[in-house]
Every structure is written in structure tokens, then in C-alpha cells.
């Protein structure tokens, strides 16, 4: 493949993930807030005074704690 072919492929590549990412940040994002559960959580934490935009793991009160199946059949080092 010629190097002006490259460049085609690597430029008709970056459109193609421009437009994938555009179309999960405009189109599958916003739908996902019409989703129930998502709704509600982000109605719960706008009533606390937390904007779910900006919210970072250090400002939960607890971590949900990992199942105890997980650490049976996690094996980290082998």
C-alpha cells in the first residue's frame, strides 16, 4: 500500500472514531437518562446537592463492596 493510501486509511479511521465517539456522547448518553433506574439516580443526587456530572468516587459515603464469588474465582497472581 502506497503512503498516499495510508494516509487515506488513516484519515477515513479517525472520521470513523470521531463520529462513533459523537454519536455515544450525543445519542446513547442522553438516551440512557430516559432509562428508570439511571433517572432516579441522578434525581437522588441532584436532591443532595450533588451534581452527577462532576461526582468522584471520594464523595460516596460507602464503595459497594465486591461479592464474595468474586473473590473466589479472582486470582491474581497465579
Known amino acids: ?4 493510501q ?4 488513516e484519515t477515513k479511521r479517525l472520521m470513523l472514531g470521531i463520529v462513533a465517539v459523537s454519536a455515544i456522547w ?4 442522553p438516551a440512557l ?7 432516579r439516580h441522578v434525581a437522588r443526587m441532584e436532591e443532595r446537592g450533588v451534581n452527577p456530572a462532576a461526582m468522584y468516587y471520594t464523595e460516596l459515603d460507602r464503595l459497594p463492596l465486591r461479592p464474595d464469588w468474586i473473590d473466589r474465582r479472582l486470582t491474581l497472581w497465579p
Open 1 to 4: 500500500m502506497s503512503r498516499p
Open 6 to 9: 495510508a494516509t487515506r486509511l
Open 26 to 29: 450525543v445519542g446513547l448518553l
Open 33 to 39: 437518562l430516559r432509562c428508570p433506574a439511571i433517572a
